[in-house]
């Protein structure tokens, strides 16, 4: 059986791999884990680990693990500098916002 809050934490994981412009066999290879076993992730089959989050920090620095976990507050923490980011494996602000619009056109609840 599907929890329902493992089953949110893996939309939001999937939120993230799709911010980062991942397809799920990309994002497993960071994390250590296979694409099967992300899929359940994000499918909600599983809980992730303190590992699995402690990777997606290091991937992402300006994600709140609040966000992924529970759902409350907004996805990318504020106070995070952006300007630092390598190419390629972050996003710039704009991509951010379209993010943002995105979350708050499909998931009502999202602030």
Known sequence: MIDNQHQKQGERLKIIRKHLGLNQFELAQMLHITQPHLSSLEKGKY???IDLLWILKKIMP????????????????????MAA??????????????????LKEHFPAYK
């Open 47 to 49: 809980s992730m680990t």
């Open 85 to 102: 980011e390598p190419p390629g494996i972050y996003q710039k602000q704009e991509k951010i916002d379209r993010i943002e619009a995105f």
């Open 62 to 81: 300006e994600l709140s693990l609040s966000w992924l976990v529970t759902g409350d507050y907004d996805m990318c923490e504020t106070n995070i500098s």
